[in-house]
């Protein structure tokens, strides 16, 4: 089984850039379907970003052109660059994988995702 460790959070300005890293042990993210996710306090956990195991890209309306995911050629490393932050971007994040193919509809349903890192907090003031 895999784990997932999120890192990267922080304290950034409306604006402003944050990288977060996701690293995989036990495994790779190869074949599976990946995503990140995030909740604010009080609120639902909400899909952000998702990608199929063939590349196949979700997204939530509110971050396009702001946001990219991405993992390395190695498959053990899940990044979410978050440029334009906004104060509504607040929230913990969390990154998620499925070892399976996920069509696009179902990439960001939090559901469908067996593994889960414990989060990282992303303040926008």
């Known amino acids: 089984h895999v784990q997932l460790v999120e890192s990267g959070g922080g304290s950034v300005q409306a604006g402003g850039s944050l990288t977060l890293s996701c690293a995989v042990t036990?495994?790779?993210?190869?074949?599976?379907?990946v995503a990140w996710f995030r909740q604010a306090p009080g609120k639902e956990r909400e899909g952000v970003l998702g990608?199929?195991?063939?590349?196949?890209?979700s997204y939530r309306p509110a971050v396009k052109d702001r946001f990219t995911i991405s993992r390395d050629s190695a498959r053990v490393t899940l990044i979410l660059q978050m440029n334009n932050l906004k104060p509504e971007d607040t929230a913990t994040y969390y990154c998620?994988?499925?070892?399976?193919?996920?069509?696009?509809?179902?990439?960001?349903?939090?559901?469908?995702?067996?593994?889960w890192g414990q989060g990282t907090q992303v303040t926008v003031s």
């Open positions: 990608l199929d195991t063939d590349g196949s890209l």
């Open positions: 998620a994988a499925v070892p399976t193919a996920l069509t696009w509809y179902f990439l960001l349903r939090r559901d469908k995702y067996e593994y």
């Open positions: 036990g495994g790779s993210l190869r074949r599976y379907s």
